[in-house]
């Protein structure tokens, strides 16, 4: 069953060929709009460097606990979705290596004999081809060896290319939160994290919205989404059991102002608030500055009311490690490439 993974961010793509010239021409055609890329001509120091000197700063580590260590028998797991959204403060995250591209022909290491190597189960694998090569690239395929071939000679192969790329990083971060979403999810059937419906909605709201990487927050399907340059934004969702206990404990304040009371009462707009130190809700007086427009969308089963909040206002954006400001240290601290 597909699932929106419970985040995503932009990664690192280690690329291997043993041709110089190959390695330029995919220089110059790779989109960096959500990747840094690290190029090796040397087969065997690029194996090092993902199997020795790489060392995965695992966001999942920070979340995962057991509560009871002394009963290992029974060791219950307890996964902290809501601290998720820090990750944004942690510029490492964008070291995290997702895909690796190696070329099949080389001296001394084929670009299968690379892959089996690497065994970080997480870790996308794609093979570039010749026509020479392709039917040992379908039976690696076949074995689970690697999880893409592309040929060299496909007039479209950057763009396939690129776009496996951006598969592979979805399939990375699935693998990697599917321990974490599966703990979460235990006690609750209602999640909007693998209706069919909702996914197709959420991907175009991203593509829509130019969001790079985002981070969910409830288990419910709560988001922060972050752009290229840190902006934030929030996506709240919730079904109409979740509206009704909401709005049952509304308080009959005269802080609140009565329209915006009206407006909430008969699902017309909902309070999008998210304070990483605090959950508890913003008083009344301040309800203005939160509130958003509610909409509807009918999932597979579901029915979703959803907001998407254009400001977070209590997220510190001057202490967000942006993309941007990453990928431009990245870019002078790498030169010359590691051709």
């Known amino acids: 069953m597909r699932t929106i993974p419970i985040c995503m961010f932009p990664t690192k793509v280690i690329l291997i060929d043993d041709d110089l010239s190959?390695?330029?021409?995919?220089?110059?055609?790779?989109?960096?709009?959500?990747?840094?890329?690290q190029f090796y001509n040397n087969p065997q120091q690029a194996l090092t460097a993902l199997t020795k000197n790489y060392q995965p700063d695992s966001f999942a580590k920070r979340l995962i606990s057991q509560p009871d260590e002394t009963k290992w028998q029974h060791a219950m797991l307890d996964v902290n979705i809501y601290d998720l959204?820090?990750?944004?403060?942690?510029?490492?995250?964008?070291?995290?290596?997702?895909?690796?591209?190696?070329?099949?022909?080389?001296?001394?290491?084929?670009?299968?004999?690379?892959?089996?190597?690497?065994?970080?189960?997480?870790?996308?694998?794609?093979?570039?081809?010749?026509?020479?090569?392709?039917?040992?690239?379908?039976?690696?395929?076949?074995?689970?060896?690697?999880?893409?071939?592309?040929?060299?000679?496909?007039?479209?192969?950057?763009?396939?290319l690129n776009q496996s790329l951006k598969d592979a990083q979805r399939t990375y971060f699935s693998k990697v939160s599917q321990l974490m979403l599966d703990v979460a999810t235990f006690n609750t059937k209602k999640t909007c994290l693998r209706d069919p419906v909702f996914i197709e909605?959420?991907?175009?709201?991203?593509?829509?919205?130019?969001?790079?990487?985002?981070?969910?927050?409830?288990?419910?399907?709560?988001?922060?989404?972050?752009?290229?340059?840190?902006?934030?934004?929030?996506?709240?969702?919730?079904?109409?059991?979740?509206?009704?206990m909401w709005h049952e404990d509304l308080p009959e304040s005269e802080s609140v102002p009565p329209q915006l009371l009206k407006e909430l009462k008969s699902h017309k707009t909902m309070i999008c608030f998210h304070d990483k130190n605090s959950i508890s809700i913003p008083a009344g007086a301040q309800w203005a500055k939160y509130s958003y427009p509610l909409h509807i969308l009918q999932g597979s089963h579901e029915t979703y009311y959803y907001a998407f909040a254009k400001n977070m206002v209590d997220i510190e954006l001057g202490d967000i490690s942006t993309f941007q400001n990453y990928k431009k240290e990245y870019q002078q601290n790498s030169f010359p490439k590691s051709f």
Do not use: W
């Open 201 to 244: 909605f959420f991907e175009k709201l991203l593509q829509e919205k130019n969001i790079i990487e985002y981070y969910l927050f409830e288990i419910t399907g709560n988001f922060l989404l972050l752009d290229e340059n840190g902006t934030a934004y929030g996506l709240f969702i919730y079904d109409k059991d979740q509206l009704n």
């Open 85 to 160: 959204m820090n990750e944004i403060y942690n510029p490492k995250r964008f070291e995290s290596i997702s895909t690796v591209v190696v070329d099949f022909t080389m001296p001394g290491m084929n670009g299968l004999e690379i892959c089996e190597k690497i065994t970080d189960p997480s870790l996308q694998k794609i093979l570039l081809t010749g026509e020479a090569d392709e039917n040992l690239a379908v039976q690696a395929f076949n074995k689970g060896l690697i999880h893409r071939y592309i040929k060299k000679q496909d007039p479209n192969v950057f763009k396939i």
């Open 22 to 37: 190959s390695l330029k021409d995919l220089e110059l055609n790779l989109d960096d709009s959500r990747f840094t890329y």
